[in-house]
């Protein structure tokens, strides 16, 4: 699908472009920055997934070392475990280990790291923060005006949140930087120097800041950076070899429920029926997942618009038929480069869409508001779309989990929109 792309702050717009391209696997072999410069910081973290907490830390070396100790509260210091082992693409050891629900103060080498809320109420939204290089589309990474991911999380990290909720596409320099002087010399392929460049450096403040829930995007799938996923990111074991789905589970988040799902193949414009099988049993398992209270975080919007008349997701909403999910509030997905939300009449049994893709790679062009447009049979009640870099924060209002406030932020930590969700029914302005 073809998409117009604007490179914001009013600076010069890429009219060509893509906002997906076809999968290709990333030259390393000719890469000719070698793996083996100087050792940089490490990075501790915190994953939020099916089995609860898990305090994770990056530490870039080339072969296997003893993991640091975790302290917990006052208790004496435990060994973190391997998750995954320094590799030639990605020298750097991943050591973990949970966090117990009644830990007050954890730190890895004198490091603090952010301790999960029982009863999280201020969570924060961001998807697509990586700097797109591929082909054409080449960003400029060393720009913070035209990507502006580091202010952005440090701006983030800002407000405090309890929760931070990526909802996927964090690896984007897929190819070498040849056209555009503002990326020169930056890394490319699916490889620890991309994505510390892409994720784990300007996310730094960030991942200091909060626990996080991490959702697979399509840059993330086996042909693009699916290696980096499991090294790095995804909250259970790492694989032998990279799977192209992956099971649902769901996070408990005090009274609220948030189930992931890995959409990252689902096609967008076709419903390919071996997909479509897939993700049919990946929604009746969500059903089982689904409790009052519910959001499905998922990188690909099930009911939303990538174009004025280009609706998404066709895999997912065959998938997703006549199965009941009615204690789903909303859905919270990325993949289209804007902040976008969209509502249907309670009579559709539908959850409201929001759409968070707009954390810092290209932007998409905005598009008149397709309320009242129907999208898979049901016409769209409420609906708002804007282009502009960003983040989401949703607090309760009221404290009544059904409602929630919403408010987005532009990099600098400026309020840029408001939302209200009520029930089913998002309203933004």
Same mark, same amino acid.
């Given at each position: 699908?073809?998409?117009? !792309?604007?490179?914001?702050?009013?600076?010069?717009?890429?009219?060509?472009? $893509?906002?997906? !391209?076809?999968?290709?696997?990333?030259?390393?072999?000719?890469?000719?920055?070698?793996?083996?410069?100087?050792?940089?910081?490490?990075?501790?973290?915190?994953?939020?997934?099916?089995?609860?907490?898990?305090?994770?830390?990056?530490?870039?070396?080339?072969?296997?070392? +003893?993991?640091? %100790?975790?302290?917990?509260?006052?208790?004496?210091?435990?060994?973190?475990?391997?998750?995954?082992?320094?590799?030639? %693409?990605?020298?750097?050891?991943?050591?973990?280990?949970?966090?117990?629900? @009644?830990?007050?103060?954890?730190?890895?080498?004198?490091?603090?790291?952010?301790?999960?809320?029982?009863?999280? =109420?201020?969570?924060?939204?961001?998807?697509?923060?990586?700097?797109?290089?591929?082909? %054409?589309?080449?960003?400029?990474?060393? @720009? *913070?005006?035209?990507? *502006?991911?580091?202010?952005?999380?440090?701006? &983030?990290?800002?407000?405090?949140?309890?929760?931070?909720?990526?909802?996927?596409?964090?690896?984007?320099?897929?190819?070498?930087?040849?056209?555009? *002087?503002?990326?020169?010399?930056?890394?490319?392929?699916?490889?620890?120097?991309?994505?510390?460049?892409? $994720?784990?450096?300007?996310?730094?403040?960030?991942?200091?800041?909060?626990?996080?829930?991490?959702?697979?995007?399509?840059?993330?799938?086996?042909?693009?950076?699916?290696?980096?996923?499991?090294?790095?990111?995804?909250?259970?074991?790492?694989?032998?070899?990279?799977?192209?789905?992956?099971?649902?589970?769901?996070?408990?988040?005090? +009274?609220?429920?948030?189930?992931?799902?890995?959409?990252?193949?689902?096609?967008?414009?076709?419903?390919?029926?071996?997909?479509?099988?897939?993700?049919?049993?990946?929604?009746?398992?969500?059903?089982?997942?689904?409790?009052?209270?519910?959001?499905?975080?998922?990188?690909?919007?099930?009911? &939303?618009?990538?174009?004025?008349? @280009?609706?998404? @997701?066709?895999?997912?909403?065959?998938?997703?038929?006549?199965?009941?999910?009615?204690?789903?509030?909303?859905?919270?997905?990325?993949?289209?480069?804007?902040?976008?939300?969209?509502?249907?009449?309670?009579?559709?049994?539908?959850?409201?869409?929001?759409?968070?893709?707009?954390?810092?790679?290209?932007?998409?062009?905005?598009?008149?508001? +397709?309320?009242? =447009?129907?999208?898979?049979?049901?016409?769209?009640?409420?609906?708002?779309?804007?282009?502009?870099?960003?983040?989401?924060?949703?607090?309760?209002?009221?404290?009544?989990?059904?409602?929630?406030?919403?408010?987005?932020?532009?990099?600098?930590?400026?309020?840029?929109?408001?939302?209200?969700?009520?029930?089913?029914?998002?309203?933004?302005?």
């Amino acid at each position: 699908m073809i998409f117009k !792309l604007a490179a914001g702050s009013g600076l010069a717009v890429l009219a060509f472009a $893509l906002i997906m !391209l076809p999968n290709r696997s990333p030259i390393v072999a000719a890469d000719p920055q070698p793996l083996d410069r100087p050792a940089a910081s490490s990075y501790p973290f915190v994953i939020w997934g099916p089995d609860g907490a898990i305090a994770r830390i990056a530490i870039p070396t080339q072969t296997p070392i +003893p993991c640091p %100790n975790l302290q917990l509260n006052n208790s004496p210091p435990q060994s973190m475990q391997i998750h995954a082992a320094p590799t030639l %693409n990605f020298p750097v050891q991943v050591c973990q280990l949970g966090i117990p629900k @009644n830990v007050t103060s954890a730190s890895i080498n004198q490091q603090p790291l952010p301790i999960p809320k029982a009863n999280p =109420k201020n969570f924060l939204v961001i998807g697509d923060t990586g700097c797109r290089i591929e082909g %054409n589309l080449q960003q400029s990474c060393n @720009n *913070p005006q035209q990507w *502006p991911f580091a202010q952005l999380a440090q701006s &983030a990290a800002m407000v405090k949140p309890d929760l931070v909720i990526h909802v996927g596409d964090y690896y984007y320099r897929e190819g070498q930087c040849s056209k555009n *002087p503002d990326c020169a010399g930056s890394p490319y392929g699916d490889r620890w120097v991309t994505w510390e460049a892409d $994720l784990f450096k300007p996310a730094r403040p960030l991942m200091a800041a909060a626990p996080w829930v991490v959702i697979r995007g399509n840059h993330e799938d086996c042909k693009r950076g699916g290696e980096g996923w499991f090294h790095l990111l995804d909250p259970r074991p790492k694989p032998a070899q990279c799977p192209d789905y992956t099971d649902p589970y769901a996070v408990p988040a005090g +009274p609220l429920n948030l189930v992931v799902l890995d959409s990252s193949l689902a096609a967008d414009s076709k419903a390919p029926p071996v997909q479509v099988q897939q993700y049919r049993t990946q929604f009746q398992t969500i059903a089982k997942l689904t409790k009052k209270n519910t959001w499905l975080l998922t990188h690909r919007p099930i009911w &939303a618009f990538a174009t004025a008349t @280009n609706p998404l @997701n066709d895999t997912l909403q065959k998938a997703v038929k006549d199965i009941p999910l009615p204690g789903i509030q909303q859905v919270l997905s990325g993949h289209v480069h804007l902040f976008a939300s969209f509502s249907f009449r309670a009579s559709d049994h539908r959850p409201a869409q929001l759409v968070i893709g707009h954390g810092g790679t290209l932007l998409n062009y905005a598009f008149p508001s +397709p309320q009242g =447009k129907i999208l898979d049979g049901a016409p769209v009640d409420q609906a708002f779309v804007l282009s502009r870099f960003g983040f989401l924060t949703l607090q309760t209002r009221n404290s009544t989990l059904m409602q929630w406030k919403g408010k987005a932020y532009d990099p600098s930590g400026t309020v840029f929109a408001t939302c209200e969700l009520e029930g089913r029914t998002t309203i933004c302005r």
